[in-house]
T-cell receptor
Framework: DQQVKQNSPSLSVQEGRISILNCDYTNSMFDYFLWYKKYPAEGPTFLISISSIKDKNEDGRFTVFLNKSAKHLSLHIVPSQPGDSAVYFCAASANGNKLVFGAGTILRVKS | SAVISQKPSRDICQRGTSLTIQCQVDSQVTMMFWYRQQPGQSLTLIATANQGSEATYESGFVIDKFPISRPNLTFSTLTVSNLSPEDSSIYLC???????????FGEGSWLTVV
């Protein structure tokens, strides 16, 4: 049972435009959501998180939106830069328990 | 966040042998985890490394295949035993810290079994 789903395996965006990465979840007990970025040959790097008591969290060029009724969250990157090209993983946890990861979305930012 | 160092960063091993991966953290952490990322797949939790007691394994992972040590609050090892090509993967050490229990990862150890 895949509790966290990233349905887009890849996304291609022009430099300077907005990148929107989507994530859906099925477990209504999830109360904490995170996004990680992973470059080849490196470990995942924490990007941004959001608690279920919020619907938006912003950190520089990165904003995460949470729609609890739709069980959907998204990561917005604006403006997108070539260095943002990486695999992005969505993750969720319930009550501080283990993280459940999505399959990842490959983002390519074209210059 | 804590600095997490893993050794080896990469190795090629013969099938039937074992590989032990070390994870060193620059500060004391309560929660340490071992993840695996097989080629083209997402990150999967293998086990939680408990200090001073046996690790807690996730479904599908057993101690005989993935013995874990956690002698103190800054160090852990994961051994992948009786290697087969299916064990070729990235193995990641991680720690939980901070408000909201964010997990931070080491650089990963890339294992290829031939």
């Amino acid at each position: 049972d895949q509790q966290v789903k990233q349905n887009s395996p890849s996304l291609s965006v022009q430099e300077g435009r907005i990148s929107i990465l989507n994530c859906d979840y099925t477990n209504s007990m999830f109360d904490y959501f995170l996004w990680y970025k992973k470059y080849p040959a490196e470990g995942p790097t924490f990007l941004i998180s959001i608690s279920s008591i919020k619907d938006k969290n912003e950190d520089g060029r990165f904003t995460v939106f949470l729609n609890k009724s739709a069980k959907h969250l998204s990561l917005h990157i604006v403006p997108s830069q070539p260095g943002d090209s990486a695999v992005y993983f969505c993750a969720a946890s319930a009550n501080g328990n283990k993280l459940v990861f999505g399959a990842g979305t490959i983002l390519r930012v074209k210059s | 966040s804590a600095v997490i160092s893993q050794k080896p960063s990469r190795d090629i091993c013969q099938r039937g042998t074992s590989l032990t991966i070390q994870c060193q953290v620059d500060s004391q952490v309560t929660m340490m985890f071992w993840y695996r990322q097989q080629p083209g797949q997402s990150l999967t939790l293998i086990a939680t490394a408990n200090q001073g007691s046996e690790a807690t394994y996730e479904s599908g992972f057993v101690i005989d295949k993935f013995p874990i040590s956690r002698p103190n609050l800054t160090f852990s090892t994961l051994t992948v035993s009786n290697l087969s090509p299916e064990d070729s993967s990235i193995y990641l050490c991680s720690v939980m810290e901070g408000v909201g229990n964010t997990i931070y990862f080491g650089e990963g150890s890339w294992l290829t079994v031939v």
